[in-house]
């Protein structure tokens, strides 16, 4: 694993010389999906971002005053998130990863990651079976256990939003056992059966056991 002293100097370099692209980049993508879902969250609304990367969702769902709760695990993303809510206490930060436990994890980053650590971070992955990650490279990161986490909030969550590059499966399945959806609105899943084939079984799974528990409020094809 590098030194984080030695990635931090390469992100500065990054961030500097390509930061404007990279959010150019972010909105071009999020401009192609259905956004419209997040933006009936209001004032008295509560939200959840996992795998917020630079915030581009965040905002959205932060637009009409929601109180959003932005769960990043990569470094480098996670540095432009925060300087970009900074002066907004209504959307809370968190430097993790989500996942079906507590726990200190491996967080692979992007084969081309040590030459654009920013641009890439949004590939980063808990799996290091995903098509265009490094295995070798890694960082370790904070895990939370996202079922629990719901659990102590104070009102239900509207709206959750999860694009979390093939770990999906590991967290709703658990959501699921725990029986923490009745009291969440809506869930937006981006699934990653396209790098990681092995997850499409568990896809299939996952609709047949929704379909029998008569679970309707889980899209799992926002992408």
Known sequence: MRSMSLAFR?????????????????KSKLSHRNVEVFEHLGP????????ADVGEVTEVMGRRGAKVYAFEPN??????LQKRFADNPRVICLNKAVSDR???????LHEKADRDPLGRSNSSSLLGVKSNINPDNWVEVEAINL???IKQLSAPVALI???IEGAEFDVLD???????????????????????????QRKERLQQLMQERNITNVNLNWN
Not at 12 to 26: A, D, H, I, Q
Not at 44 to 51: E, L, R, T
Not at 75 to 80: G, H, I, L, M, T
């Open 75 to 80: 470094p480098y993303a996670f540095d432009v």
């Open 147 to 149: 079922a629990d986490f």
């Open 174 to 200: 658990h959501l699921l056992e725990c029986d923490v959806l009745s009291n969440v609105g809506n869930v937006f899943v981006e699934t990653h059966e396209k790098r990681i084939p092995s997850l499409q």
């Open 161 to 163: 939003k999860m694009d």
């Open 102 to 108: 507590d726990d200190v994890l491996k967080l692979f």
């Open 10 to 26: 390469k992100f500065t370099k990054s961030l500097e010389r390509g930061f404007k692209t990279v959010v150019l980049r972010r």
């Open 44 to 51: 008295d609304d509560s939200a959840i971002d996992c795998g």
